[in-house]
């Protein structure tokens, strides 16, 4: 099967996504460690400011053409809203007592939003898929 532009960077997402709430869930315990193994960068707010920024523009940039063209469902779109706004509200808005949860947990919404983007594609991708619906609407 052919792998779309919009499913590898649905892909890229998930994983992305993924990395970064497991990166922000581990920070308050590692690092301490990072200066000893040279990676003190990782806790660089710019670091935190370019992967959200990246996310933003990957998040948007796969699941608005894949609702546009393919399949007219609005829950993607609302999960990766509702992971930036847990992620934002963290960082931006004061929530930092509750940053441990939120961050991860809007991550983990964001990956969840490109796998089901991932999901809802798969049958304008498929090769046998295609034809079916293709045969289905005439």
């Known amino acids: 099967m052919k792998v779309t532009l919009l499913g590898k960077m649905d892909r890229v997402g998930m994983t992305a996504s993924?990395?970064?709430?497991?990166?922000?869930?581990?920070?308050?315990?590692?690092?301490?460690?990072?200066?000893l193994v040279g990676l003190e960068f990782l806790s660089?707010?710019?670091?935190?400011?370019?992967v959200i920024a990246l996310s933003v523009l990957v998040g948007m940039a796969s699941l608005i053409p894949s609702y546009l063209k393919y399949h007219r469902k609005m829950l993607p779109l609302l999960m990766l809203t509702i992971g930036f706004m847990l992620i934002f509200?963290?960082?931006?808005?004061?929530?930092?007592?509750?940053?441990?949860?939120l961050v991860p947990l809007g991550g983990f919404t964001i990956a969840g939003a490109h796998f089901l983007n991932w999901k809802f594609n798969k049958p304008y991708h498929c090769a046998a898929?295609?034809?079916?619906n293709k045969n289905e609407s005439r």
């Open 18 to 35: 993924a990395l970064c709430a497991i990166h922000c869930a581990l920070m308050p315990f590692v690092i301490t460690l990072l200066p």
């Open 44 to 50: 660089n707010p710019w670091v935190e400011v370019a």
């Open 89 to 101: 509200g963290a960082h931006l808005l004061g929530f930092h007592e509750l940053e441990p949860v």
């Open 129 to 132: 898929c295609i034809a079916e």
